[in-house]
Nanobody, 124 residues
Framework: VQLQASGGGLVQTGGSLRLSCAAA????????MGWFRQAPGKEREFVVG???????EYEDSVKGRFTISRDNAKKVVYLEMNNLKPEDTAVYYC???????????????????WGQGTQVTVSS
């Protein structure tokens, strides 16, 4: 599956953005999807994941501010980000892996397909 992330930009603290990750390929609904981010000088970190069937998990720092959703008919995963903070500044990547487990995957190494990343910058 090929992934294309979009929607990043520059916002002020407290602002909102919605990221999209469009997938090309069949059987999108059978993939677990995730969003990761990487700030300069830091390792890529898990933000949120959504299982193909059931289950969503958020990294603690984004709980209550970020919301993931998926539209299997359109083959798109969205990440709605509200109340953005400067520490949210990073390149955001979407990722996919064929769903074989019953849980959300949180490690980047577990994902097989990656989008190109979209920059999110939150100014203070």
């Amino acid at each position: 599956v090929q992934l294309q992330a979009s929607g990043g930009g520059l916002v002020q603290t407290g602002g909102s953005l919605r990221l999209s990750c469009a997938a090309a390929g069949r059987t999108f609904s059978n993939y677990d999807m995730g969003w990761f981010r990487q700030a300069p000088g830091k390792e890529r970190e898990f933000v949120v994941g959504i299982h193909a069937s059931v289950g969503i998990e958020y990294e603690d720092s984004v709980k209550g501010r970020f919301t993931i959703s998926r539209d299997n008919a359109k083959k798109v995963v969205y990440l709605e980000m509200n109340n953005l903070k400067p520490e949210d500044t990073a390149v955001y990547y979407c990722a996919a892996v064929w769903s074989t487990s019953y849980g959300v995957r949180r490690r980047a190494a577990e994902y097989d397909y990656w989008g190109q990343g979209t920059q999110v910058t939150v100014s203070s």
